[in-house]
């Protein structure tokens, strides 16, 4: 049956937990490869002076037993104790032991390794309609199953095999793609290895026996160089300008033309080749949403400038074109034409509070504001229509009265528009 594997991103680390039982013995250190239950399995590399410790909480004198298949079958073994420790020596491997209750409160099975080191000869990839997603990896192994007995059952100990190999991982921070070591660990080998996470970048296979590694007699197997074919795009968003505080926009959400966007694209190259942006804008009558921009650069910038929904899509291929990835599209939405002329303002007389002419607006792409005195003469004029007119000429405040403002402007839909009101200026007594 088919394991996907575990992503493990930390070092490929075995952490014993405290037990009452302490094994010694063999070339390096015993392991303890599992637990099941209150058993607990324990491989040496090879059994020369192997022991096995137990401490107990309680005074008296320790029965210890072994067994092969069952407590049922269990017989007496000597010790040697010292107050509540005691030890045995020139243990066979291949059985339980433990100490008889009230003293002991769990089993011990122990396993000469050494005989059971997997013969790995080959690793290589096979590819397939999925290799985008998934790899397959295929190994030449011997295994010689372990077995141990629980209570007359036979159970088989779980491997665990190592595979590294390098891939890259996405910083966003740095907006970068970094070197990242990837560890895995497989329980088993049959029929092949399944890789979930295809690496981003050129990179070999290693593959190892975790217990054997343990005991430093591991023997790698590492496949012939793999060239990645995997593509992982991302993207930041820039605007161009900051909104003025008479444009009615909601951030985020709807915007107030024209406003340029820089969209750049990054992906993990040189395995992604072909970048391509597309700007789209949804039909008001079919909320369709057809392609206006098509362009092939990891930057695109783009002023949008009309009413209306707009997708901007990006997506990035290999350099075979065999894999494709295509982020989340990005949602801009621009606001119709709004303008409007206040009333009033009182300039001079209450400093920072409508003390200045200004037209609300939205979507505005051309702009020029004009103001006349009641016999038609211009006294002001201005372009921007973030500005205003602070209701001075020559250094002077114009009197108090009704003023002509004409707003000439393009709309989002690039039509030449006009609006005029007449506006009053008010000021306090000194």
Known sequence: MKRSLLFIIAAFLFSPLFAQYEVIGGSGHPYRASKNGITEIYLLNGMEGA?????????????????????????????????????????????????????????????????????????????????CEQLKLITDAVVTPIYYYISGRRNTLQRNFRLTYNTLSWNEEQKTFLPL??????????????????????????LTDAFADHFGIAHAVVSEEYRAIKVEAHYSVEKDREFGDNEKHTPDRIE?????????????????????????????????????VRYTDPVLRYTFENTGNYDVQLEVNDAQSICADIPEAIKVSIDSTRVEIPNAFSPGSSPGINDEL??????????????????????????????????????????????????????????RRNKSQMVNILRGKN
């Open 51 to 131: 022991q096995i410790k137990f401490t107990s909480s309680k005074s008296g004198e320790h029965q210890w037993y072994r067994y092969k298949e069952s407590i049922d079958d269990a017989v007496p073994v000597p010790c040697t104790q010292s107050g509540n420790t005691s030890v045995i020596t020139d243990i066979p491997e291949g059985y339980g032991y433990y100490v008889a209750t009230p003293m002991g409160t769990g089993y011990v099975w122990i396993v000469d390794y050494s005989p059971y080191v997997p013969r790995l000869s080959g690793l290589r990839v096979m590819e397939d309609e999925y290799r």
């Open 181 to 206: 070591d990837a560890a895995f660990t497989v329980n088993e080998l049959f029929p092949e290895i399944l890789v979930d996470n295809p690496p981003l970048t050129n990179t070999t296979f290693t």
């Open 358 to 415: 200004k037209i609300s607006f939205s979507s505005v792409v051309s702009f020029q504001a004009s103001v006349f005195n009641r016999w038609g003469n211009l006294l002001y004029r201005w372009s921007d229509p973030t500005k205003g007119w602070n209701g001075m000429v020559n250094g002077k405040f114009v009197p108090t009265g009704a003023y002509l403002v004409v707003v000439e402007y393009t709309d989002s839909e690039g039509k």
């Open 256 to 292: 107030s033309s024209p406003i340029g966007y820089t969209f750049t694209a990054y992906a993990n190259e040189p395995v992604a080749a072909f970048y391509i942006w597309k700007v789209s804008k949804q039909d008001n009558v079919t909320g369709e949403y057809n392609t206006i």
